[in-house]
Nanobody, 114 residues
Framework: QVQLVESGGGLVQPGGSLRLSCAAS????????MGWYRQAPGKQRELVAR???????NYADSVKGRFTISRDNAKNTVYLQMNSLKPEDTAVYYC????????WGQGTQVTVSS
């Protein structure tokens, strides 16, 4: 069973930065595209960043130019660098493959507020 453990969230002021990490049990990354998803209160979970196995990336329009997804296969870890954060980025952030496994990690809370 794959385990995904997200970390790095917190409270940050608008315009600030955070770096999220996602550690996975086992080498699950290499065959799959990996993604960062988020779920804000009262909203559906959405995919915001996707790292394709060949190395290219896709981003939701709402985060394009501000977020960067990357991975370290040797560490079985995926990262999300988030810059110029906005209050509307407030959500619980999850990583998973794309399309996702049925099982999700606990997520990490990101709150952007002054």
């Amino acid at each position: 069973q794959v385990q995904l453990v997200e970390s790095g969230g917190g409270l940050v002021q608008p315009g600030g930065s955070l770096r999220l990490s996602c550690a996975a049990s086992g080498s699950i990354f290499r065959p799959y595209d990996m993604g960062w998803y988020r779920q804000a209160p009262g909203k559906q979970r959405e995919l915001v960043a996707r790292l394709i196995t060949g190395g290219s990336t896709n981003y939701a329009d709402s985060v394009k130019g501000r977020f960067t997804i990357s991975r370290d296969n040797a560490k079985n870890t995926v990262y999300l660098q988030m810059n110029s954060l906005k209050p509307e980025d407030t959500a619980v952030y999850y990583c998973n493959k794309v399309p996702p496994f049925n099982s999700w990690g606990q997520g990490t809370q990101v709150t952007v507020s002054s």
